[in-house]
């Protein structure tokens, strides 16, 4: 599931970047494989410019390798600091490609979902999301040590105490309320 969904992210972001599709284009039935941690994503370029599954069975062009740690970077949006981690290996011209796109391709959340929430509704969504994944990718940076950490304080009632969390879910409800009375607006017109 989780090669599934990397695939299907990276090929949004490609599906939004022309250039990006081009340049990767040039590459059409090269093979990579992005090693972070004990995490694999093997990919084959299609003739779209865009990346599909391949199967074990097929030899890599290109070996990315990234330490664990890395992750923390990649959830935390953080992608300009990974060139001095990552470890390349194989066809240096389709090592280049890639390194360029890791370099530049960003998800714009906040532009995806203001065509369903608003402008604004979709900003704040994209802050609340990039906060959690810039906590996720702390815990992921510290290792297990911060996993340890987070469990820790998540068994003893989290950052938040009963008060401050049911403050929050009746705003999420509320925020959910008036999401579905958007939603209804919208169906009418």
Same mark, same amino acid.
């Given at each position: ?68 740690? =890395? %992750?923390?970077?990649? @959830? #935390?949006?953080? &992608? ?5 981690? $990552?470890?390349? /290996? ?21 532009? =995806? %979902?203001?065509?369903? @929430? #608003?402008?604004? &509704? ?5 802050? $609340?999301?990039? /906060? ?58």
């Amino acid at each position: 599931m989780f090669k599934r969904s990397a695939l299907a992210f990276l090929n949004h972001l490609l599906g939004q970047q022309s250039w990006a599709r081009k340049r990767l284009g040039e590459h059409v039935g090269e093979v990579a494989i992005l090693h972070c941690g004990l995490l694999a994503l093997r990919f084959q370029v299609t003739a779209e410019g865009l990346v599909s599954e391949v199967g074990h069975e097929v030899e890599a062009d290109v070996e990315l390798r990234l330490p664990a740690s =890395a %992750l923390g970077d990649i @959830l #935390g949006g953080r &992608l300009d600091d990974l060139s001095r981690h $990552v470890e390349v /290996g194989g066809n240096a011209r389709f090592a280049e490609t890639l390194s360029l796109l890791l370099g530049h391709l960003r998800p714009d959340l906040g532009a =995806a %979902l203001s065509p369903m @929430l #608003g402008d604004a &509704l979709a900003h704040r969504t994209e802050l $609340v999301v990039g /906060g959690a994944l810039s906590q996720t990718a702390e815990i992921f940076k510290r290792g297990p040590a911060g996993l340890a950490e987070f469990l820790r304080e998540e068994r003893q009632g989290g950052p938040l105490g009963q008060a401050e969390f049911q403050v929050f879910r009746q705003e999420l409800d509320t925020l959910g309320q008036r999401l579905a009375q958007l939603e209804a607006r919208l169906h009418k017109h």
